[in-house]
């Protein structure tokens, strides 16, 4: 069965960079959430989308941003990189608000 | 706010035991929760849901129950093997919203041989 599948899976970015982290979620999905997990901590709620609108929003940097596009995909951009962006990002999808499916995660490495 | 607390020490069980996890919750009356699996540098796998008006779940050898009034769920491994070692993570979805799904920060679980 197909399923959420992120890229790239490791990204190593210098200070005040730019990087984008794409997320294709499950078919039929209609849900998509954005993650940030440093180490040793629990997965940190970002974004979300519900059929490719914004539906809810964490404790998300200005500098951080995310869209949906028509084919589902979604990217998040994440601007003016700080040493403190290193983590683990994780796309996930869900449908009906019931169970979520995560990817495999982009791990982030700022220089 | 809404708060999920787990137990934050690690859990060291024998192998064959039964593990049992804890996820209490406040200020807050959830429709679900769910629990996940987390492997270190992996994402985090859906184990089972448990809905408000179920007392109790069981797939294969786990066994989740969830108690509206003590605000509590609790998480069963029945014959725990090595294999069962991992990070797991209760969850709620937000009362400000359904597209939100916060996580408790996991509790470690080892098992030895």
């Known amino acids: 069965a197909a399923g959420v599948i992120q890229s790239p899976r490791h990204l190593i970015k210098e200070k005040r960079e730019t990087a984008t982290l794409k997320c294709y979620p499950i078919?039929?999905?209609?849900?998509v959430y954005w993650y940030q997990q440093g180490p040793g901590q629990d997965p940190q709620f970002l974004i979300s989308?519900?059929?490719?609108?914004?539906?809810d929003k964490g404790s998300i940097p200005d500098r951080f941003s995310a869209q949906q596009f028509s084919d589902y995909h979604s990217e998040l951009n994440m601007s003016s990189l700080e040493l403190g962006d290193s983590a683990l990002y994780f796309c996930?999808?869900?449908?009906?608000?019931?169970?979520?499916?995560f990817g495999q995660g982009t791990r982030l490495t700022v220089v | 706010s809404q708060k999920i607390e787990q137990n934050s020490e690690a859990l060291n069980i024998q192998e064959g035991k039964t593990a049992t996890l804890t996820c209490n919750y406040t200020n807050y009356s959830p429709a679900y929760l769910q629990w996940y699996r987390q492997d270190p540098g992996r994402g985090p796998v859906f184990l089972l849901l448990i809905r408000e008006n179920e007392k109790e779940k069981r797939k294969e050898r786990l066994k989740v129950t969830f108690d509206t009034t003590l605000k509590q769920s609790l998480f069963h491994i029945t014959a725990s093997q090595p294999a069962d070692s991992a990070t797991y993570l209760c969850?709620?979805?937000?009362?400000?919203?359904?597209?939100?799904?916060?996580f408790g920060s996991g509790t470690r679980l080892s098992i030895r041989p």
């Open positions: 989308f519900y059929e490719k609108m914004q539906s």
């Open positions: 078919p039929r999905h209609d849900t």
């Open positions: 996930a999808s869900s449908s009906m608000n019931t169970e979520a499916f």
């Open positions: 969850a709620l979805p937000a009362y400000s919203s359904a597209s939100k799904i916060i």
